[in-house]
């Protein structure tokens, strides 16, 4: 696929062109994994929300495994929100 990012027809990696989640910082890629662990949980997703319980059929080992992925997950995705904000 060519793409025009400038005067010249290129393909995506002659481009300097990437997708959204190559362009987001490890504080930003770690938010959105943790949202997209908590909506596999059925969770509200967002990192100020507090932890559902765990789902029906969901083996407890799992669930303990997912949660504390989510975890690290926020641990270390909080300062660079923290940094961002002030």
Not at 11 to 27: D, N, S, T
Request: some cysteine.
């Amino acid at each position: 696929v060519l793409y025009a990012p400038g005067r010249h027809f290129a393909c995506r990696q002659c481009g300097g062109l990437g997708y959204a989640m190559q362009k987001e910082g490890a504080g930003d890629r770690a938010s959105t994994k943790a949202d997209k662990l908590r909506k596999s949980l059925g969770w509200q997703a967002g990192i100020l929300n507090g932890d559902g319980g765990k789902t029906k059929g969901l083996q407890w080992k799992t669930y303990q495994r997912i949660k504390n992925h989510n975890y690290a997950l926020l641990q270390f995705s909080t300062p660079d929100i923290a940094r961002k904000f002030g």
